[in-house]
């Protein structure tokens, strides 16, 4: 302090503070820095008495009052011409002595992990789900279940209803699982958690054949991304009509879909066909592929400045 009293004129009080490596409030005096403030705490007027506190534990714990709410024990004393205390002070008393809590134990929150499926062969993940297809008749709607080969986005297996159920499932997955003759403990299917997915008589179907079972986290809406851009893929279509008169024309349209959809470039397949991922011939068109590009590259040389073209080949 006494440094800093004494220092020049032309040095802030500040600087010097700075300077010796001390707070500037030092500069100032201790009855100015420290300022407390004893706040004595008055007892509340309208607080219950500490026998009126026990009195009213001790109804609210009678066998009358037991099971009833606060406000049915303010309710039912009022009406009786008595007044103990409000609701939310015996709510208040209740609180601190822990007697707030649920009464049946609650089941805890449940953690789901993200679902994480890796196909690296056909027939190896299927993701399947069911969507609905207008008619003609307000209200009324066809249930189309589409079944997705996850490594080649290859639809392996299809049905329209005009139910929706896991006994059609259950029908239809025994049909497709016989048709590509898929062994025990070699696939996995992947499905939201709709009715059909989660009743018993589906999963045991699965267990019974040997399939293992995925499903999507519950109220998340994109653990099935697959199924659903499928979907969008399919009612975005140039010709898709709408709205169909019956169940047969829905088939009709369908085939002629999947037919054109399985010889189509996907982008998720490097723009190979889902048919060629399927059948395994993705190897013969990329030679053909890296042939055109090789014989491009030789007649225009200028036309590559980082060199010889690669084809892209089918993600592993």
Known sequence: ????????????A?????????????????????????VERKDQPRRLKPQERQDALDLMHSE?????SPRQIVASLASEGRVLASAS?????LRSLGETRERRAQRPAQRHAVPRLEASAPNAVWTWDISKLATFVTGVYLSLYVILDLYSRYVVGWMVS????????KILFAKTLKHHGVAAAQLIVHQDRGAPMTAHTFRELLTTLGVEASYSRPRVSNDNPHSESHFK????????????ASADAAREWLAGFFDAYHQRPHHGLEMYTPKQAFQGTSA???ERRQDALNQH????????????????????
């Open 89 to 93: 002070t015996l709510y208040r008393l």
């Open 14 to 38: 500040k600087a010097a503070c700075a300077a010796l490596g001390v707070s500037t409030d030092c500069l100032y005096p201790r009855a100015q820095r420290v300022r407390t403030r004893v």
């Open 284 to 286: 013969e068109v990329w």
């Open 64 to 68: 009358r009052f037991c099971d009833a």
């Open 1 to 12: 302090m006494n440094l800093i009293a004494k220092r020049p004129g032309f040095i802030p």
């Open 233 to 244: 893929t399919l009612k975005y279509a140039s010709n898709y009509p709408g709205r169909f």
């Open 297 to 316: 590259f030789q007649a225009h040389p200028e036309r590559y400045p980082n060199g010889r073209p690669r084809a892209k080949k089918l993600p592993a």
């Open 162 to 169: 005009v139910k929706e159920n896991a006994g059609l499932a």
